[in-house]
């Protein structure tokens, strides 16, 4: 090993049979040595398998999956040579990727031009109430005019509509349990900022919302992954995670998961709540997408299916980007109202408050909510089919499970090509995020593409004429520098 190298050893652990639920099944049915080692590294690339995690001791593993300890041995073997496990006696066997095996972001946000198709972002267009909105806000706006304008907790009228839709949909809640907050990505710096402290553990969904992951990485709090997958979370394994670390928050979207679209059944939060109150842990649920809803019954708020006595410890974060526009910057937190007022502080200290205008026009707009969602609803299952058409027609081997909600396919390529062909998409005028950027390790997620369907249905066509493009001829110069000779 290279002097002065850092070696982070495990911090988690995970049972044989824990390791044996999150692998890929051999085609023969058993396991040969070289068949494990690829199963591993595939889990650990796709995020199922976190980083720095203690795989089991050999005889175990060997024995929940009924083959030789040589077997177990010979993976462990490959996988540290190829640097995807590390080892130190005493200390066993942990998942690790291999030096430089970190791949580059693409940048955010650039404008758009006319010239590439945005796939990055998962961000629908303005409803056309919009303008009906407006004007209603601009003739209250006199009203609020003769005052100051400053109102760090939200707009009363916005904090009660707020509450109303909270109550309506299944979870009484008071104005004063609202707080109006700059987009949902304000509400979530403002409860990792007032819950968390650099060093502070934080459970995370893996693959997660990246925006999310950089905040609570920018205020160098520890991610401990969770993997959700196409079958969604297991109980289990969050379960373990909560109670090996247990960590100040753990933050779930787990309502159309982003980017995978998954939907955690209301049993299953309920559970995920009650472990998370037996380690003292917070619950941030971002339900930013929960009215996303395109093949299921909207779901109820997740804080009222946790239970009674759990509210306390749960902080939801919601917003109107989704469901009305992302250029409003309106979003909210729902807490206890001891909570929001602790909030609201810390957020005077950022921006003393939101637009009135901008407050006036949510409140107008959320007097509309159902008929926009209905559109909204039936305009994304439009879109999802175009795109879907349109990427089985041009890149056939291309797979995906359809989401039941949320605005992203979740494409698997079936090879760790994502960065490399995100890079290659750009310059073919397309933008798309490899689902590098949605892990929480570096390096994992790289056989996926995030794709929205937030676009106008005839966009797809070309956008995938253009994906084929970027792939076509190129396969075998996408390199795969960490590929090692026994998983070819
Ligand atoms: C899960 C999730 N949370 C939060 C946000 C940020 O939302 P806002 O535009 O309200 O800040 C997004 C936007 O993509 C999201 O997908």
């Not at 030789?68 to 041995?73: A, D, G, L």
């Not at 109670?243 to 939060?269: C, K, S, V, W």
């Not at 709540?273 to 380690?279: G, I, L, Q």
């Not at 910057?329 to 206890?336: D, F, T, Y």
Request: hydrophobic share 40%; charged share 25%.
């Amino acid at each position: 090993m290279a002097e002065g190298r850092v070696v982070h050893t495990a911090d988690r652990t995970l049972s044989g049979r824990q390791l044996a639920s999150l692998l890929t099944p051999p085609p023969e049915g058993r396991f040969g040595y070289r068949e494990l080692a690829r199963a591993v590294r595939e889990a650990l690339l796709d995020g199922r398998v976190a980083l720095r995690l203690r795989l089991p001791a050999e005889r175990e593993l060997a024995q929940v999956l009924e083959v030789s300890r040589t077997t177990v041995t010979g993976a462990y073997d490959l996988l540290r040579e190829s640097g995807y496990a590390h080892s130190r006696r005493g200390a066993g066997t942990w998942t690790a990727l291999p030096d430089g095996q970190a791949p580059t972001a693409l940048g955010l946000y650039p404008e758009a031009t006319d010239e590439v198709i945005d796939l990055a972002l998962a961000s629908p267009q303005a409803p056309r109430e919009l303008a009906e909105a407006l004007a209603e806000a601009a003739a209250e706006l006199p009203r609020f005019a003769g005052a100051p304008g400053y109102h760090p907790y939200g707009l009363p009228e916005l904090r009660a509509a707020v509450a109303e839709r909270y109550t309506a949909r299944g979870l009484p809640t008071r104005p004063e349990q609202i707080l109006v907050t700059t987009g949902a990505q304000q509400a979530l710096s403002l409860v990792l900022a007032q819950f968390g402290r650099p060093g502070d553990r934080v459970l995370a969904e893996n693959p997660s919302y990246t925006n999310a992951l950089d905040a609570m990485r920018g205020r160098g709090m520890r991610v401990t992954p969770v993997p959700v997958t196409e079958s969604g979370w297991d109980t289990g394994l969050v379960d373990a995670a909560l109670r090996q670390t247990a960590p100040r928050l753990a933050y779930l979207i787990p309502d159309f998961h982003n980017p995978t679209g998954r939907l955690m059944p209301r049993e299953q939060g309920r559970e995920l709540a009650r472990a998370a109150r037996a380690t003292g842990t917070w619950l941030v649920v971002d339900e930013t997408l929960t009215e996303m809803a395109l093949d299921v019954p909207p779901p109820a708020p997740f804080a009222a299916a946790a239970g009674a006595g759990a509210g306390e410890q749960i902080v939801s974060v919601g917003s109107l980007s989704k469901s009305c526009w992302g250029g409003l910057r309106v979003g909210w937190v729902r807490a206890s109202a001891r909570v929001v007022t602790e909030l609201t502080r810390t957020r005077v200290t950022a921006d003393l408050s939101g637009s009135v205008l901008d407050q006036l026009v949510a409140v107008a707009l959320m007097r509309r909510l159902e008929p926009i969602l209905h559109a909204r609803v039936e305009e994304l299952r439009r879109r999802r089919e175009a795109l879907g058409l349109a990427l089985a027609r041009h890149l056939p081997e291309w797979r995906w499970s359809v989401p039941p909600g949320g605005m992203c396919l979740w494409i698997d390529l079936g090879r760790p090509v994502a960065t490399q062909l995100a890079a290659r998409a750009l310059r073919h005028g397309v933008r798309v995020e490899g689902g590098a950027r949605f892990g929480v390790d570096p390096g994992t997620h790289e056989h996926r593409l995030r794709i929205p369907y937030t676009l106008p249905e005839e966009v797809y066509e070309k956008a995938a004429e253009r994906l084929a493009a970027a792939l076509e001829g190129a396969p075998g110069r996408f390199s795969d520098p960490a590929l090692p000779e026994w998983v070819a």
